[in-house]
């Protein structure tokens, strides 16, 4: 069984800063990519960044130049880290990786996902 445990979530300023981090655990095999989307109220969930094992990223026009995105592939960790935040970057922000159990296999799992809120 594989989880997803986001962590760093938490309400800050306008200008502020937060960083998340989300942890993949249980018996996987490969990890191909991990990313972070994010969902406001009333709104689709959107993708924020993503990152593939070889380190390649893809930011949201709206984060670019603010929030970067980087990985542990020995740790299956994967860290978002979001300055100049602003009040429309509120939102739930949800991990995900694109990963194989076994060989053969690979699903995209999700994080239960942590509440950012930017607000003063």
């Known amino acids: 069984q594989v989880q997803l445990v986001e962590s760093g979530g938490g309400l800050v300023q306008p200008g502020g800063s937060l960083r998340l981090s989300c942890a993949a655990s249980?018996?996987?095999?490969?990890?191909?990519?991990m990313g972070w989307y994010r969902q406001a109220p009333g709104k689709q969930r959107e993708l924020v960044a993503a990152?593939?094992?070889?380190?390649?990223?893809n930011y949201a026009d709206s984060v670019k130049g603010r929030f970067t995105i980087s990985r542990d592939n020995a740790k299956n960790t994967v860290y978002l880290q979001m300055n100049s935040l602003k009040p429309e970057d509120t939102a739930v922000y949800y991990c995900n990786a694109d990963l194989s159990v076994r060989p053969g296999h690979r699903y995209t799992y999700w994080g239960q996902g942590t509440q950012v809120t930017v607000s003063s």
């Open positions: 249980g018996n996987i095999f490969s990890i191909y990519a």
């Open positions: 990152i593939t094992n070889g380190g390649s990223t």
